[in-house]
């Protein structure tokens, strides 16, 4: 499958911080035209204004109906898609086990749901592109059982089936899909943990790690390597020594987990 094309037209969900906001300004700079979205305004409209080249389009992405009018400002302005890089999420932890689903329901509607509301929108608009794909921003978490992360792990666990399953369905029709696994990268997201975050990257790093890989034409981007590759191995290992490891996490640190 190809890589990012230059010049290519890109939708990019969670634009307003970040990651988003990084790697927004990094496809801007190299002449990508990118539609930006979060749903905060104020947001958008400052990064707007760093470079001609974004199209801002505030929307939830639990709303589909919003995310409608997304796509038809798209239509409008580009005449199309190549590639739509689903970035927006949110991590909430559940203590001590006690299972809220409330909480439980906001993480997989905004993480999971949101994703699938945007490519449902999204793919129409990829039709007739000669360099179509869809990215979506999982996690490390994704790999391995972690304490407190049930509904972030989960939902980003859920995303990974999800666009692995959707790369054998849509090969066909010359959609190449790519799963990006970030560890911890310092964002409002993670800036609110209280516990030890190793290996932790700057947005920018991260960023920079997804748009080589884009340019690659990367089915999987993982980064920083080492971590995501400990984490990973971790949820490899037989189970007797996956779980003693995941309790002495939850030992050691009273309850942290991942972002
Ligand atoms: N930071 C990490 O260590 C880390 C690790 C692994 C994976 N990730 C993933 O990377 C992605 C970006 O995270 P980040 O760390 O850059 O966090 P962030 O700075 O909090 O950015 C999240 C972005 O998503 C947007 N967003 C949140 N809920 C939304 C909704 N319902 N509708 C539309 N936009 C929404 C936010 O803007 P508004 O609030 O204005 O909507 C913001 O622009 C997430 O999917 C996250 O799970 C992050």
Redesign the pocket.
Known sequence: MKGLQPYSRIWL????????EALALQLAKAGHSVVI????EA?LQALARQSERFIAAA????DPQALSEVATLIQARLGGLDCVIL?????EYLNDGRVDSALVRRVME??FM?LVHCIDVAQPLLANSHSARLVA?S??AAYAPLPRAEAYGASKAAVSYFMETLRLDLAQQGVAVTVVY?G??K????DRNDFPMPMRVT?EAMAAAIHQGLVKGKPEIRYPKLFVGLVRCLGRLPFFIRTRLGLKMVRQKDGASH?
Request: charge should be neutral.
């Open positions: 969900t969670g634009a307003g911080s970040g990651i988003g979205t979060a749903r905060s947001s929307a939830d992405v639990t970035n927006a999420g949110t991590c905004t993480n949101g921003i996690s490390a970030p911890f990268v964002t409002p997201l993670t947005a972002g």
